[in-house]
């Protein structure tokens, strides 16, 4: 499964979690894990309830400190102030809509309710429980109000449901609870406010109803940029076709499958874009002709297809070009740099990325990307060969410090 997060961002993070009781507790034992292992400080808040989900001494063993469960046990400190003072965020997870009325209604009459009234702008809520418990009136005009005085919130996914029910209510799967997180403490957010169109994976050309020409781009690269963009405050539309990767949550998606589809999505989003990073693989030749049957092999010794060229998507955006900012990508294995300039300027393009296609090594189908950034301006970075997500953030923090700064 891939994840959309350096992992170096969660080393020395100090996080306070919250556990309220809901049968999804056991998930947040997984989160704690990883988070710790990936080199986060963890202090972890119990409630009575969730004690009967769950025994805290599974908490205490995964992040190797005592569990809190009481507004006085500290002694000396007066812990709640301590806490939410001494760690950066306040992770409410599994929050019920009992915590939730709680908080929303100024009652802190335990240790984890008494935390959220010393900085409420601290506090992130995973909100957890039935489907239409989530949906009561009640507890969405809670979820309101607590919003709105800077509390935010890790919206619930859909699935089936403890209670044997299927809807919004669940915790997200570790992967996507990580990076909505990731999401929320990455600062600053540079491009809070833009938007940005990002296409990633290959296109498919087909021949016949089942056989289709194609690469071998997973998408991956694609993704990251879109979970980096979405990290810095931007609203994401990430266009992409066939990929064998997981879409990164917090972003809208919109599948295609030709390059002919690719260019049709692109252009309807392209106005009200402010940043447009092609990195799709595009095929260039498509057939002149489709077959409507499936092609049979019988009585041909060979097959001879005839290939037109596809529509230079990327030339097209720089001929429309009015206050974007277009972001092309080539992958290139001879005159790297010498080529990227070039289309750098023949596309009109504010900004041409270079990747290496070294098999194994960088380029498709692998996690690491060797790459060269120029912009239009004639600098040029030559960035090392490292994880495709650590290198898009590296692309999107230099767009956002050269165009939004």
């Known amino acids: 499964m891939n994840i959309y997060y350096p992992p170096q961002f969660w080393k020395n993070k100090k996080l306070l979690f919250g556990i309220t009781g809901g049968i999804s507790a056991f998930k947040v034992a997984g989160y704690v894990s990883h988070l710790v292992q990936a080199g986060s400080d963890i202090q972890v808040i119990m409630t009575e309830s969730a004690q009967q989900f769950i025994g805290k001494n ?47 209604g100024g009652i802190g009459d335990d240790l984890l309710s008494s935390c959220f009234f010393v900085d409420p702008k601290k506090v992130i809520f995973a909100p957890a ?15 309101k109000k607590l919003i709105a005085i800077g509390v935010r919130v890790i919206i619930p996914s859909s699935g089936n449901l403890a209670c044997g029910e299927r809807g919004e209510g669940r915790l997200p799967e570790q992967e996507e609870f990580l990076e909505a997180l990731y999401y929320l403490l990455c600062s600053p957010q540079p491009l809070q406010g833009k938007k940005v169109l990002i296409t990633a994976g290959p296109t498919r050309e087909y021949i016949d109803p089942i056989r289709y020409l194609t690469n071998s781009s997973s998408g991956l690269m694609g993704c990251s940029l879109a979970a980096a963009a979405r990290a810095r405050g931007a609203d994401v539309t990430l266009i992409a076709g066939p990929m064998s990767v997981r879409i990164p949550s917090g972003i809208h998606f919109l599948p295609i499958v030709s390059t002919q589809d690719l260019k049709t999505a692109v252009l309807e989003q392209y106005d009200k874009t402010d940043i447009c990073i092609m990195n799709a693989a595009v095929a260039d030749y498509r057939p002149s002709n489709i077959s409507t049957v499936k092609i049979k092999k019988q009585g041909k ?10 529509p230079d998507i990327l030339s097209e955006l720089g001929r ?30 504010d ?45 999107i923090d230099q767009i956002g410090a050269f165009y939004f700064s």
């Open 58 to 104: 599974t908490f205490s063993a995964l992040t190797r400190k005592p569990v809190y469960t009481d507004l006085f046990e500290s002694g000396e400190k007066i812990l709640h102030i301590h806490l939410m003072r001494e760690y950066e965020c306040f992770v409410v997870a599994p929050a019920t809509a009992n915590i939730i009325g709680k908080m929303a």
């Open 129 to 143: 429980m039935n489907v239409d418990m989530w949906h009561n009136p009640i507890v969405q005009e809670n979820i």
């Open 301 to 310: 010794s060979e097959l001879i297809l005839n290939l037109i060229q596809n």
């Open 320 to 349: 429309r070009k009015v206050s974007q900012v277009l972001v092309g990508f080539c992958a290139e294995d001879g005159d790297i740099v010498t080529e990227a300039r070039q289309k750098l300027q023949q596309k009109n393009c």
């Open 351 to 395: 900004v041409m990325v270079a990747n290496q296609i070294l098999t194994g090594e960088s380029g498709f189908e692998v996690d690491k990307n060797k790459a060269w950034f120029l912009n239009k301006n004639g600098e040029m970075i030559d960035i090392p060969l490292m994880s495709k997500m650590e290198l898009a953030e590296i692309i």
